[in-house]
């Protein structure tokens, strides 16, 4: 279940704790194929959170990234999709990318209103956080929550007390249109 509410909309937070210090690691397994095309774990190993360049308090992982439909699966494109694509903003940006990213929040870390073009689902493994809309209405999500956003300028906040994890899965879109324009990305420099 969630919550919606209006902005202005009154929200208690604590001090950060012990218990809530921002330490995330997350385990990436990528599979392939030997050569008689049988499925094989081809590595398995633990990235550790690295600031994402959006303020303090914010850390995430990136995954995986991929930059053409169908996803070539072959055994030559795995290094430059461990490697990734995403150069700009927080997405592939091509029109066939995808990425997959786990972020963290610290309590009362607030992120900037944004709008990107592509198509988002937005789950919470633990914690809480709050994302406001452009329209003022906010939801706040907690744990096995999901979002499906579809290239709406939001913002993410966690008012909770400990940190909050999620997991991203973008897919590159076209811009949506309102009002005969094209609403394409809204993100800072």
């Not at 919606?4 to 921002?22: C, D, I, P, V």
């Not at 997405?91 to 309590?107: C, D, H, K, L, S």
């Not at 709008?115 to 209405?137: A, K, N, P």
Request: glycine content about 10%; aromatic content about 8%; hydrophobic content about 40%.
């Amino acid at each position: 279940m969630y919550s919606l509410r209006k902005r202005g909309s009154s929200h208690t937070h604590s001090t950060l704790t012990e218990e809530a210090t921002m330490m995330l690691k997350v385990r990436r397994i990528v599979t392939g194929h030997d050569e008689f095309g049988m499925g094989i774990v081809v590595s398995d190993e633990k990235l550790s959170a690295v600031s994402r360049g959006l303020g303090a308090n914010i850390s995430g992982c990136e995954i995986w990234s991929t930059n053409s439909m169908p996803v070539d699966n072959s055994m030559e494109a795995e290094a430059a999709q461990r490697a990734g694509f995403v150069k700009k903003y927080n997405y592939v940006g091509n029109g066939q990318g995808t990425t997959v990213r786990i972020v963290e929040w610290a309590p009362g870390h607030a992120m900037f209103p944004h709008r990107t073009e592509t198509l988002d689902y937005s789950i919470v493994l633990s914690g809480e956080i709050d994302v406001e809309f452009d329209s003022g209405q906010v939801v706040t999500m907690k744990r096995g929550d999901v979002i499906v956003m579809r290239g709406v300028t939001h913002c993410w906040k966690n008012n909770g007390t400990i940190p909050a994890i999620m997991a991203f899965i973008l897919i590159d879109a076209a811009p949506f249109e309102a009002a005969g324009e094209k609403r394409g990305v809204l993100y800072p420099a």
